[in-house]
């Protein structure tokens, strides 16, 4: 890795790695302190399991490519940064909605948003760090890691490398979990719904047996990674049931409420797709 020059970069493939490692392990950390703060409690940001964050690590690279000739002129700089940081993060987020049809952020709740993907309050402060990092904190690192032996530093590459191809598959197959449990709950509610409704106020065996598959789904959904690291995530798909176990979050209420599910959450159901639907849950 030492050997591999990348011009445009003005750096080996060794170096380039362990600013992207550095960055993206501090970007994580930083994630970690802001929720920390807001909430009081560790809470394990980013959509990786493990302290890593690629969309720093990119980002800082992607500022030192184009910014750092422009590193004197702290105007521009400044401008440009906000610029290039407000365009990575709106073109992460529409990428991770169109692949895992969710919004991962949202900013909705904040002025002069857009789609909620980006803001101004956030965007200014990302040109204040990104001046920061590209002036003082950047050019420091580069020195550190010039100072690291190249075989340790290879074969901690090779790990760290190792390290990330598991975890995304392992985020990927959380995130796949994560969906199906939440069309199962969408599925069952739609059911208990209709159901209380021909019942009125008996209650059956079968509508017992489903709530507490709905329970236990549910707890599942309210106790995954994914909705404790992103707090504003907002599914596309199944949404209404989603709003429905995350008011039951903030409400700290155990008691499922059906008047969230409208008609455009129901599905078709025949004997046989019931049939299959409950072999699957």
């Given at each position: 890795?030492?050997?591999?020059?990348?011009?445009?970069?003005?750096?080996?493939?060794?170096?380039?790695?362990?600013?992207?490692?550095?960055?993206?392990?501090?970007?994580?950390?930083?994630?970690?302190?802001?929720?920390?703060?807001?909430?009081?409690?560790?809470?394990?940001?980013?959509?990786?399991?493990?302290?890593?964050?690629?969309?720093?690590?990119?980002?800082?690279?992607?500022?030192?490519?184009?910014?750092?000739?422009?590193?004197?002129?702290?105007?521009?700089?400044?401008?440009?940064?906000?610029?290039?940081?407000?365009?990575?993060?709106?073109?992460?987020?529409?990428?991770?909605?169109?692949?895992?049809?969710?919004?991962?952020?949202?900013?909705?709740?904040?002025?002069?948003?857009?789609?909620?993907?980006?803001?101004?309050?956030?965007?200014?402060?990302?040109?204040?760090?990104?001046?920061?990092?590209?002036?003082?904190?950047?050019?420091?690192?580069?020195?550190?890691?010039?100072?690291?032996?190249?075989?340790?530093?290879?074969?901690?590459?090779?790990?760290?490398?190792?390290?990330?191809?598991?975890?995304?598959?392992?985020?990927?197959?959380?995130?796949?979990?994560?969906?199906?449990?939440?069309?199962?709950?969408?599925?069952?509610?739609?059911?208990?719904?209709?159901?209380?409704?021909?019942?009125?106020?008996?209650?059956?065996?079968?509508?017992?047996?489903?709530?507490?598959?709905?329970?236990?789904?549910?707890?599942?959904?309210?106790?995954?990674?994914?909705?404790?690291?992103?707090?504003t995530m907002r599914p596309n798909m199944y949404a209404?049931?989603?709003?429905?176990?995350?008011?039951?979050?903030?409400?700290?209420?155990?008691?499922?409420?059906?008047?969230?599910?409208?008609?455009?959450?129901?599905?078709?159901?025949?004997?046989?797709?019931?049939?299959?639907?409950?072999?699957?849950?």
């Open positions: 890795m030492q050997h591999v020059y990348i011009g445009f970069l003005d750096h080996t493939l060794f170096q380039v790695f362990f600013f992207f490692s550095f960055w993206s392990v501090f970007g994580w950390f930083m994630e970690v302190i802001d929720r920390t703060l807001e909430t009081g409690g560790f809470e394990n940001r980013g959509f990786l399991n493990g302290p890593f964050c690629p969309i720093y690590g990119f980002g800082v690279l992607l500022l030192e490519f184009l910014l750092r000739p422009l590193q004197n002129n702290l105007v521009l700089l400044y401008i440009l940064s906000v610029i290039i940081c407000s365009t990575v993060e709106l073109s992460v987020g529409l990428l991770l909605e169109r692949l895992f049809h969710a919004k991962w952020w949202d900013y909705s709740d904040k002025k002069f948003n857009y789609k909620g993907f980006i803001c101004l309050k956030i965007s200014l402060l990302w040109g204040v760090g990104s001046v920061m990092v590209i002036r003082v904190v950047q050019p420091l690192i580069e020195k550190l890691v010039n100072y690291l032996p190249y075989t340790f530093g290879n074969i901690l590459a090779i790990l760290t490398l190792a390290t990330i191809t598991t975890d995304l598959f392992a985020t990927l197959g959380d995130i796949r979990n994560f969906n199906m449990r939440l069309k199962q709950v969408d599925y069952i509610a739609t059911l208990l719904h209709d159901k209380s409704i021909a019942l009125g106020e008996n209650i059956s065996d079968e509508v017992l047996t489903l709530n507490t598959k709905y329970e236990k789904l549910s707890e599942q959904i309210k106790s995954s990674r994914l909705v404790r690291a992103f707090p209404n049931t989603f709003k429905a176990i995350k008011n039951r979050i903030n409400k700290n209420n155990d008691t499922p409420d059906f008047s969230e599910y409208n008609n455009t959450n129901k599905l078709l159901i025949t004997k046989e797709t019931s049939d299959n639907e409950n072999k699957k849950i």
